[in-house]
């Protein structure tokens, strides 16, 4: 990981990248969160261009997440919910490759304020998993596995078993 640039890495037809949390923390801080919109800009576009790699498309609008941040200069809610729904997208794709310790989105949200430290929080986050996802990690190939669909549905029709059996006796 360089300090100064990020390291591009190539996954299927995404372009992601890994960058220096603390150097990034500090630009942001230094420019006063200018530096953090354009990098909110650039994570949005690397989630949903996985996303797509992948065939499990977020279907997110990184425009719109950036200027959803950028109302945080007007009022406080847009930029709080803009970061927990990127902080949710961040868990899947970390779910995705199986990355340990996941970021909670919560965490993220009230990091936001605080001096822009949601930007350490989950660039460390993505560059975990974008990582493993070089080594190969991804989602499984069934849709269903990978949500845990079918682990649910599996116990949905366990309990409905289990209830009509003693609803009988």
């Known amino acids: 990981m360089h300090v100064t640039k990020p390291e591009s890495i190539t996954i299927g037809r995404a372009t992601v990248a890994t960058r ?10 230094l420019t006063l969160g200018i530096w953090g919109i354009v990098w909110w800009y650039q994570v949005n576009r690397e989630l949903r261009d996985y996303s797509e790699a992948v065939a499990r498309p977020f279907g997110n609008v990184p425009v719109a997440a950036t200027v959803c941040a950028l109302l945080y200069w007007v009022a406080f809610w847009p930029g709080m919910i803009s970061v927990f729904v990127t902080a949710r997208r961040v868990r899947t794709v970390q779910d995705w490759v199986e990355a340990p310790g996941r970021a909670a989105p919560i965490v993220a949200a009230l990091l936001f304020p605080l001096l822009f430290a949601h930007t350490w929080y989950l660039q460390r986050a993505l560059n975990d998993a ?5 080594e190969g ?3 499984p190939p069934d849709y269903t596995v990978a949500s845990g669909q079918g682990e649910r549905l599996a116990t949905q029709t366990e ?11």
């Open 130 to 134: 974008w990582l493993r996802a070089r």
């Open 159 to 169: 309990i409905d078993r289990l209830g009509r059996a003693t609803r009988w006796r």
């Open 20 to 29: 220096n949390p603390v150097a990034l923390w500090i630009l942001t801080f």
């Open 137 to 139: 990690a991804g989602p």
